[in-house]
RNA sequence: GGCGCCUUGGCGGAGUGGUUACGCAGCGGUCUGCAAAACCGUUUACACGGGUUCGAGUCCCGUAGGUGCCUCCA
């Protein structure tokens, strides 16, 4: 079975085709680095990290782009007053944006280039436009470029929309255009704005308009012609729909497939500045263990909207636990059998046809917990071969997910000599109860759990001794 | 006004024509000294009204409510 996508400018679920066998090109917009990370960055990052890690376990060479805007409007805007340059902020943003990435075991892209290391990229582009007729410059001394809408019959295939039907963007920087739907390719340098913001061009200095850089850094690192296109479903009207367009008026074939992920929502709202109710990464971060909040982002589609709601990580906290709990005690149960280490990493059918379905990922994640219920069954059973063979594909499949709790990028960073410290005075008092226990001495016994239990400490006796373990 | 999306059991969240999604929470049971964990069972969901069909959360039409984009936005 083939890897079926939904495109966005199909409106339908395709097969998906490489152009050169065995290898894909991936671009995605990035973050306009302006402010701090929220969830809906972090969801969509995940996303396409999934397709990422999906393509590369079927066998495909993936070139990932992600690219990072950083100049644009709100940039300048956001440093203007304060001390801080805003290239400064827009670097230092840039840094959250990539902790806060890895936080959740987002793989760092192929590349990530920056748009102001391609300005010449978008000047070439432009400059083709206004030879094709597609684009002019103003004549009222701003040194502003636009794009010619109007020129070009195929604006608004990506979103289905009729150039008659749109409202007029209420712009009131739009005295130059020839129509209020033109948009900018390039933005005259104005008086006040930084010189650090001005590159030189054949229109005068300026800087370039918001699209321009998703056009030019695509096919400068995929090529005029690559096959997939992803991003936030906010961002198809207008910044898809003019790089298509402009793209295309400038002659390159662009993206094969447009994929967009579905919106973050808060108490069914769209999360945003207005509303006060953005949930930061850092907040998260601080609120839950990264695989648990990696399990979280990434458990409901990548196109449905996911909703944000109060125990939405203690619930993801439990299901994460559920998952570990098996994984543990599958690897202790066997560690002194003939089938320690015998687990081989399969991917159940069940769980690839989920995968290749638009990337199904609850369904995925179904099967995971299926495969789980299933282990957990074996090994009260002391069915060590099928415990072993259920343990390896739940390993498989978390490790394709990236939410495998056992996995060394989960581990804590700490040095490990105060977890030692801790587990010989556990160990010890867990040596006491046996003692009491043996004895039936079961209040000293029950004494001592629930002191550890105090301390976050769990006690659970098993056929082969007392197991312990932290809370969380 | 234009282009879309959504409405599933207590909660989250899949499912696009015909058998249990799955997770969390709850309840009952098995196991256990008691627990915990685990397993088994269970709570008989598909906004509303029509239609198509042998059969519809699942397709068509309509109604209601919600929501996204058209302005910076993942």
């Known amino acids: 079975m083939t ?8 409106r339908a679920l395709v097969d998906f085709v490489p152009l050169v066998p065995g290898h894909v ?45 950083d100049i644009d409007d709100k940039i300048l805007l956001n440093a203007e007053g304060s001390t801080e340059e805003w290239w400064a902020l827009a670097y230092r943003v840039e840094l959250e944006f990539t902790a806060a990435y890895n936080a959740i075991g987002v793989l760092p892209p ?9 300005i010449p990229e ?3 582009i432009i400059t083709r436009l206004i030879e094709g007729g597609h684009a002019y410059a103003t004549d009222d001394g701003t040194g502003d470029v ?31 255009k020839k129509d ?8 005259g340098h104005k008086e006040g704005e930084p010189l650090t913001a001005a590159w030189s061009s054949p229109w005068g200095a300026g800087r370039p308009g918001w699209h321009i850089e998703c056009s ?8 005029t012609q690559f096959d997939i296109h992803g991003g936030g479903l906010d961002l198809r009207f207008p910044h898809h729909e003019n790089e298509l367009a402009q793209s295309r008026a400038a002659g390159d074939a662009f993206a094969n497939y447009w994929l967009h992920n579905g919106l973050v929502a808060v108490t069914g709202q769209k999360m ?7 949930i930061f990464a850092s907040e998260l971060i601080a609120s839950a263990k990264p695989v648990v909040l990696r399990y979280y982002l990434g458990a409901a589609h990548y196109r449905s909207t996911l909703e944000y709601h109060e125990g939405a990580l203690e619930e993801a906290e439990a299901a994460v636990a559920r998952i570990e709990g098996f994984l543990d005690r599958a690897e202790r149960r066997l560690a002194d059998t003939r089938f320690a280490g015998t687990a081989e990493l399969v991917i159940p059918d069940e769980f690839r046809e989920a995968m290749d379905d638009d990337l199904s990922v609850p369904q995925a994640v179904a099967v995971i917990h299926e495969t789980v219920r299933r282990g957990n069954a074996a090994l009260d059973d002391e069915d060590f071969a099928e415990t072993a063979a259920l343990l390896g594909q739940v390993l498989a499949m978390t490790e394709v997910l990236g939410i495998n709790p056992l996995s060394p990028e989960w581990a804590s960073g700490e040095d490990g000599v105060a977890e030692r410290a801790l587990a010989t005075l556990v160990e010890r008092l867990v040596s006491d109860r046996e003692t009491a226990r043996k004895t039936r001495d079961f209040t000293t016994a029950d004494r001592i759990r629930d002191e550890l239990g105090q301390a976050g400490i769990s006690i659970e006796d098993t056929p082969s001794g007392a197991h312990w373990s932290l809370d969380g």
């Open 3 to 10: 890897l079926r996508l939904f495109d966005s400018k199909d």
């Open 25 to 69: 090109g991936i671009y995605v917009c990035g973050p306009t680095v302006q402010s701090s990370p929220h969830i809906g960055h972090l969801r969509s990052a995940l996303a396409y990290d999934q397709l990422r890690r999906w393509l590369s376990y079927c066998g495909f060479t993936v070139t990932y782009v992600r690219n990072v805007t």
């Open 180 to 187: 209020v739907r033109d948009f900018a390719l390039w933005k």
């Open 216 to 223: 030019a850094m695509s096919t400068k690192y995929l090529g």
């Open 272 to 278: 945003s500045k207005s509303l006060g109710n953005s």
């Open 110 to 118: 192929t590349y990530e280039p920056r748009a102001t290391a391609s």
């Open 146 to 176: 636009y794009f010619d809408t109007a020129s070009w019959p195929d604006y608004g295939e990506l979103t289905h929309q009729k150039l008659d039907d749109m409202a007029p963007a209420a712009d009131s920087d739009s005295r130059g």
């Open 122 to 124: 978008m000047q070439a």
